[in-house]
């Protein structure tokens, strides 16, 4: 059983920078592939960013690329993702996640969910 905690949100400007940082334990940390999702109020979850289990492949959704960036550190069980020129339609709740197999992209491949952390980007 893995846990995952996000921790790092917050409240910024528009074109500010959040960094969000995910730990994880209870398990291998680096037999998972890790992923960033977001909700917004209304909405269903969706997927932001990806990274493999050593963190060499990247995934990004098309509205976040080239401004956040996913990381990890296995040595320290954590996987992070910096948020740069916010825009208020980045305001959501962020979840990273973690998963053995299938694509990146769907929430239902997806085995292990942290509880969220709340961004707002005000205008």
């Known amino acids: 059983q893995v846990q995952l905690i996000e921790s790092g949100g917050g409240l910024v400007q528009t074109g500010g920078s959040l960094r969000l940082s995910c730990a994880a334990s209870?398990?291998?940390?680096?037999?998972?592939?890790m992923g960033w999702f977001r909700q917004a109020p209304g909405k269903e979850r969706e997927f932001v960013a990806a990274?493999?289990?050593?963190?060499?492949?990247?995934n990004y959704a098309d509205s976040v690329k080239g401004r956040f960036t996913i990381s990890r550190d296995n040595a320290k069980n954590t996987v992070d993702l910096q948020m740069n020129s916010l825009k208020p339609e980045d305001t959501a709740v962020y979840y990273c996640?973690?998963?053995?197999?299938?694509?990146?992209?769907?929430?239902?491949?997806?085995?292990?969910w942290g509880q969220g952390t709340q961004v707002t980007v005000s205008s």
């Open positions: 996640a973690a998963r053995q197999t299938g694509s990146f992209y769907y929430t239902g491949n997806y085995d292990y």
């Open positions: 209870g398990g291998t940390f680096s037999n998972y592939r």
């Open positions: 990274t493999n289990s050593r963190g060499t492949i990247t």
